[in-house]
């Protein structure tokens, strides 16, 4: 069984950076596309950062320059580096892989990170 766990949230001040992890765990032979979501109370789900395996990155237009995703393949452990972080309250951030664990490819949803920006 594959789990993904998220460590790293808090509370932080506007303009102040966190950072988060996402360590995998089971039987993984590889992980390709990994991602990271961010759920604020009433809203939907947004997609915030992702990242395949070889590196290549994509970022949601309200985080760019401001949050960086990276992984290490070796730990199969994903981050994301929050900078310049806005205030906006509370925000549930949550990672996502695409897992080989066995003979197929499976999606995996960690249970999140409660992030809260505020002074």
């Known amino acids: 069984q594959v789990q993904l766990v998220e460590s790293g949230g808090g509370l932080v001040q506007p303009g102040g950076s966190l950072r988060l992890s996402c360590a995998a765990s089971g039987s993984i032979f590889s992980i390709n596309v990994m991602a990271w979501y961010r759920q604020a109370p009433g809203r939907q789900r947004e997609l915030v950062a992702t990242i395949t395996a070889p590196g290549n990155t994509n970022y949601a237009d309200s985080v760019k320059g401001r949050f960086t995703v990276s992984r290490d393949n070796a730990k199969d452990t994903g981050y994301l580096q929050m900078d310049s972080l806005k205030p906006g309250g509370r925000a549930g951030y949550c990672c996502?892989?695409?897992?080989?664990?066995?003979?197929?490819?499976?999606?995996?949803w960690g249970k999140g990170t409660l992030v809260t920006v505020s002074s």
């Open positions: 996502y892989g695409e897992v080989l664990g066995g003979l197929t490819w499976m999606n995996y």
